[in-house]
């Protein structure tokens, strides 16, 4: 059965970092690229980083480019966000997404809180 | 960035109703284009892949369509369990996007 389990949100001041983890089980973590999707309270879906199988390549959505970086430790099976200064509208449930192909994404985490308030 | 519409915003409807809801693409992404469903307080699930494929586990119920750039989801015969918010996703191009969601009540 696939699993992700993100971890490491939490409630930050503007301008803080936070990393976030997504533990994959269930699946050949190796062979799949990863995304990180979040979703803003009562909104909808924003996609916002893509990393490869191998990590030869990574993508982020323009309101994060600069800012957030996206990772991964095949040897741990686990994918990583770290997220600099942030700011009060980075807040939302992030979630880390598998590729399922032409960038489909077929499995979801259960998703992780960020909060940015002072 | 590729703008999906989707509409309506909100939608009540009874039991065993037939429920169709769209998008619109605003430019030409081919059969690149997914709809998800998301129930309360849960992440978002696949059900359809490539505009008309359903995916794994889901009920023949849900079904896709296309006609030109206008993509339509319909649920042949709601069912309590079908209650929750449902998104189209464009595939076709960096960065993908989202339409901004339909919403589904029972009434």
């Known amino acids: 059965e696939v699993q992700l389990v993100e971890s490491g949100g939490g409630l930050v001041k503007p301008g803080s970092s936070l990393k976030l983890s997504c533990v994959a089980s269930?699946?050949?973590?190796?062979?799949?690229?990863m995304h990180w999707i979040r979703q803003a309270p009562k909104k909808g879906l924003e996609w916002i980083a893509l990393?490869?199988?191998?990590?030869?390549?990574?993508y982020y959505a323009d309101s994060v480019k600069g800012r957030f970086t996206i990772s991964r430790d095949n040897s741990k099976n686990t994918l990583y966000l770290e997220m600099n200064s942030l700011r009060s509208e980075d807040t939302a449930m992030y979630y880390c997404?598998?590729?399922?192909?032409?960038?489909?994404?077929?499995?979801w985490g259960q998703g992780v809180m960020v909060t940015v308030s002072s | 960035d590729i703008q999906m519409t989707q509409s309506p915003a909100s939608l009540s409807a009874s039991l065993e109703e037939i429920v169709t809801i769209t998008c619109q693409a605003s430019q030409d992404i081919g059969n690149w284009l997914a709809w998800y469903q998301q129930k309360p307080g849960k992440s978002p699930q696949l059900l359809i892949y490539?505009?008309?494929s359903l995916a794994d586990g889901v009920p023949s119920r849900f079904s896709g369509s296309r006609s030109g750039t206008q993509y339509s989801l319909k649920i042949s015969r709601l069912q309590v369990e079908d209650i929750g918010s449902y998104y189209c996703?464009?595939?076709?191009?960096?960065?993908?996007?989202f339409g901004a969601g339909t919403k589904l009540e029972l009434k």
């Open positions: 269930g699946f050949t973590f190796s062979s799949y690229g």
């Open positions: 997404a598998k590729y399922a192909g032409s960038d489909y994404f077929d499995y």
């Open positions: 996703q464009q595939a076709h191009s960096n960065p993908n996007t």
């Open positions: 490539d505009a008309t």
């Open positions: 990393i490869y199988y191998d990590s030869s390549n990574k």
